[in-house]
């Protein structure tokens, strides 16, 4: 029945809460050819069907969770799904992702999407298994954190597989930066606030199962790929270290860079030392984990097993992310505190990142006298005081005493504080910015200031190669001198690539730590799996069509030029490495290089039309 | 300790009910100047304050109340206050209005304005009185209807003068067309759902109380137009037949136009006669009232004692919109049902148009087959089933059952619907429209399609000249023949005269029914009240400021020329007349005249400039 001959299962599944009805379309080819998957076809999807009259928790709201064609084949580190919904944190466009084995999971049970409407009228959680759907009564569910959700979930519907998507309390209780958690709430689809537009559903979980097999076009092709890749992966060294340490293995290199925060993006100084790995990090590490086939199995569990950060053993620790913005960006340095505050954020359902970002910028304002202990119900929100910051992070999740107010956000929590609150809130359009400072690489400055989703790390950022020496000569980038110059046009392709691999279904690790080299190999991969034949080139059109489709999301959501900008500590305080970003230049090359008016950040009508958007051009342009 | 002379008390009060705090400002004279008051004053501060990223039901959202300079004096028809606030039907720029006695008493009570930001943690009511500020628990009032909540206020406070403005269960349960109510449930700012931004912050009631005397700069003056108004308002017979019949007496005639809707806008036929006044409206008809200062007294108070639509003596009776959009539009000809309707909507908190629409709307799904008695929870839902109309009212404000998927509003009730069901949803960007029929009024094609606010009938519409022979020519409309040839500017001036009365606080039938004459007179007594020096042409031009202010407002949240259309069903189907709306000449005439390009809908950097607004010109060009 499926006109694909790989990758992709060919089916969308549409679910209306409302009126608990569903229906099972066909994926137009298309549309697969046009947005890959991920949050190009999800996105393609939200921009015709989610129009400006719709707010984020609306029940007109779209919650669309889609995969890519390379998920749920044998791909190697390609265990990622994606969610799509206009984000109640930007009122723009919403994307996150996640890994585990949910994706794959879902394509088993015969879909490359789930596109959910309406609200239903109580708790209620969605199974989906083999093409049958069924909704399922979640009162007994709601108000229980995600893993112990999930755990009674699979032991209710009797089987230890079904993978489960679901929200804990800070989505139920709509906290505007709450994620939808996965793998009994170890992997998270952290940013922009989805789960919240999931809790505004009155929808718990979706729980998938399947015995589909996703057919690959070109096994012998593909199996070339794959070894060459493996093969890859076993002899870098530096991919062996990250199999081994994970995302905190860049902690402390990072942090003496300057691109790590701390003390609310200020340049406060302290000992990383104890957040590191190898370092103190080693005190709380257990174990490693994979996602769903992937060679690398950058995930470590990790064990606090006495004390007051005591939690569950052989959980997933924290990430660099987590460390840095719960951690140093809160001047906090136990790592067994930041543990704990990592896993009630999985528990609870929160993005660390908007977590540490909206506390640290708390803590500033209460050492600044802004708010006083008659705000914070007696708590002493200084920075360094982990016990405060977890404290905080439960009075966040259920919106009790200022924990509501931050459960906002930092941008809606400052305009609510006011008396200049809003200079100490890091964010781009509402979204806290993630644990990279655009301060130490110019190309981060277009690429936060400009990005469809706020503050986000995982679109595209020019870090590695400004900062880690990381050629991309390949996709067209020069390479990049320390000054601005390039740094737009670096963003932009970047961007583009990223909107590429992430839309396929591959964890973008694939593509910062070389997994795949040269670059091509993604797009062999790509054609291998779904029979079709891109060049690098039409890799990197799509890329760019998917990056400007999500863009026209938001300028139809009212985004204008006056959206792209950044915090104003960044422009103008130095941070721990003595610089500031200097847009003057990288701004107007990366409107430049990306075809966008720089007087109103549109995308131009020959920019959208040489993109094959001309219906697009039309509803900006007229 | 004002900065003027006469009409504006010089003060606006803050308050936040997050925080629980509240502050006074001063009025910038600027601001009174450039945009008068009322939906003018409070446009521009909800286009300064309230970005893209907030929506309707967002804590952040504003609800202002606003009033205008000639309000609290003793200046003939001037009883209406205006609230402001994003509109929850339609994400863009919302206002209504109220008569009665409120707005003067605010202004007794020490201010020109209130702009309510936050969200209250539990039902709290507000109480203003001599400029000094109340928090208090409104949890005994909620879940009462808005009278019956009024009546228990005023004792609890102990100050039967106290004047309130409050919601019912509509907008408690947050129904997208809940309005605000005052004077004990008998006027009601209806339109936009600004009831349910209300409810969405927790606020069951503003209740306010004053001694102050609003100063009258040049009492001479003043009193020498104000004497040439009454002499016109006693001389003048259809003013004196307006005085007795209220609006009602619009019905049958404009019923015979063609004007009046019928069967949700079609050409079915029905007899007039039991819903007119002079007519059987009389069987109702137990009394007359006057707002605030009013010679003329339109309200009509009406009594049905027996039988299953008994309701409260003496209350306020159905308006012609009431008796068009729940009476004919729904195929209801039973007058005492339709006062019963009218009655709990005011209880409620509905605005009786948007009601009439989507019953009626739902009525027609229901004669189709979209919709069965499974969805309708066994009602039979028809044309001219009284009972079954009565019930789904009662349904939509407490979103029981079908009553929850009505509560959204016509527009996203198809959606949720489908099946093709969009076309029978008469609105203008998700308002209902007006109970006047633009396929007899070719001024009226531009204008619903343009409006601001949806399908507006308040806000300058060319009715009056086009089919009741109005000359406005003093205006600089030339007299209109029937073709659509000058239509588009007549509506663009009578929509920027209409912002200049409305915004100063005048009641629009002062205008309509030519109680002021000539139109000069209007600006006369603005200078007489504030001791401005207006000319017709200024006050105009202050009109077209606060048009495009509110424009403007709509642009920035994502209005585009997509959103500038009528309903299919206006377009292609004749209605009673025989007639249809031909926009091909007016719209681009509208736009033209506007001063906005015709392609994107958006005002021409020249005009903002031409307008003095060279900020907001820079928001939209860059």
């Given at each position: ?6 990758g992709y299962v060919?089916r969308i599944l ?13 994926l ?8 890959i998957g991920g949050y190009g076809i999800g ?21 669309i969770f889609s995969t890519g064609p390379v998920n749920g084949t044998p791909t190697p580190v390609a265990g990622r799904h994606t969610v799509v ?10 994307d996150a992702n996640a890994g585990g084995f949910w994706g794959a999971e879902l394509k088993a049970a015969g879909y490359d999407l789930l ?13 989906v ?32 597989k079904i993978q489960v998507s679901n ?13 939808i958690l996965t793998d009994?709430?170890n992997r998270i689809a952290?940013?922009?606030?989805l ?11 979706v729980a998938v199962r399947g015995?589909g097999k996703v ?75 994979s996602c769903y086939v992937c ?206 691999i992430a839309s396929a279904g591959w964890c973008i690790?694939a ?18 799996v ?93």
């Amino acid at each position: 029945m499926s006109s694909f001959r790989g990758g992709y299962v060919g089916r969308i599944l549409r679910i209306d809460l409302t009126r608990k009805k569903s229906v099972t379309q066909p994926l137009p080819p298309e549309l697969a050819y046009n947005y890959i998957g991920g949050y190009g076809i999800g996105g393609r999807i939200l921009y015709d069907e989610v129009p400006p009259w719709v707010s984020a928790f609306d029940a007109e709201n779209l919650l669309i969770f889609s995969t890519g064609p390379v998920n749920g084949t044998p791909t190697p580190v390609a265990g990622r799904h994606t969610v799509v919904a206009k984000s109640p944190l930007t009122g723009f466009f919403g994307d996150a992702n996640a890994g585990g084995f949910w994706g794959a999971e879902l394509k088993a049970a015969g879909y490359d999407l789930l596109i959910i409407s309406g609200r239903a009228e109580k708790p209620t959680f969605i199974f989906v298994r083999d093409g049958e759907v069924r909704f399922g009564d979640a009162t007994p569910y709601w108000g229980l954190d995600a893993r112990e959700s999930e755990r009674r979930l699979k032991k209710d519907l009797g089987d230890p597989k079904i993978q489960v998507s679901n929200i804990g309390q800070a989505g139920e209780n709509l906290v505007r930066f709450a994620g939808i958690l996965t793998d009994e709430a170890n992997r998270i689809a952290a940013r922009c606030g989805l789960g919240a537009v999931m809790g505004s559903k009155k929808l718990k979980a979706v729980a998938v199962r399947g015995s589909g097999k996703v057919p690959v076009a070109n096994e012998e092709e593909f199996r070339k790929i794959t070894q060459e890749v493996i093969k890859n992966v076993r002899q870098e060294q530096n991919i062996q270290t990250f199999s081994k340490g994970g995302t905190p293995m860049l902690f402390g290199p990072l942090w003496q860079l300057g691109d790590t925060p701390g003390f609310n993006w200020t340049a406060r100084q302290l000992n990383p030392e104890t957040l590191s790995w190898p370092g103190g990090y080693e005190t709380i590490l257990s174990g490693n984990r994979s996602c769903y086939v992937c060679p690398i199995g950058c995930r470590r569990i990790s064990t606090v097993k006495e004390g007051a950060y005591a939690f569950e053993p052989n959980v997933e620790g924290p990430e660099y992310e987590t460390i840095s913005m719960l951690g140093s960006n809160c001047g906090v340095t136990d790592v067994k505190a930041v543990a704990k505050a990592n896993d009630l954020c999985n528990l609870y359902g929160l993005d660390t990142i908007s977590t540490g970002g909206t506390i640290a910028f708390a803590m500033e304002c209460f050492e600044r006298g802004l708010i006083t202990k008659e705000d914070t119900g007696g708590l002493e929100l200084t920075f360094g005081n982990a016990d405060a910051m977890i404290k905080m992070i439960e009075m966040i999740a259920s919106r009790q005493g200022f924990g509501d107010i931050l459960a906002e956000g930092s941008r809606r929590a400052a305009r609510i504080i006011g008396r200049g609150a809003e200079d100490y809130a890091i964010h781009v359009k509402g979204v806290e910015i993630a644990a990279h400072d655009p301060r130490v690489f110019q190309g981060g400055g277009p690429h936060y200031a400009c990005c469809i989703t706020g503050g986000r790390h995982t679109e595209g950022i020019t870090l590695e190669c400004e900062l880690l020496g990381r050629s991309r000569e390949t996709l067209g980038i020069p390479k990049l001198s320390t000054s601005p110059e390039g740094k737009g046009l670096a963003a932009k392709v970047t961007e583009d690539w990223t909107a590429f691999i992430a839309s396929a279904g591959w964890c973008i690790f694939a593509d910062i730590f070389a997994a795949y080299l040269p670059e091509e190999n993604f797009v062999k991969a790509f054609n291998a799996v779904t029979g079709l034949n891109l060049t690098l080139k039409d890799a990197l059109l799509a890329g760019e069509r998917i990056f400007n489709i999500r863009k026209a999301f938001n300028v139809k959501h009212g985004a204008s030029r006056a959206d792209d900008k950044l915090p104003k500590r960044l422009l103008e305080e130095k941070g721990r490495a003595g610089t500031v970003v200097d847009l003057s230049k990288t701004l107007e090359e990366y409107y430049e290089s990306r075809g966008w008016d720089k007087n109103t950040s549109k995308p131009t009508k020959e920019k959208l039309i040489q993109l094959g958007l001309q219906d697009v051009a039309k509803d900006l342009w007229g």
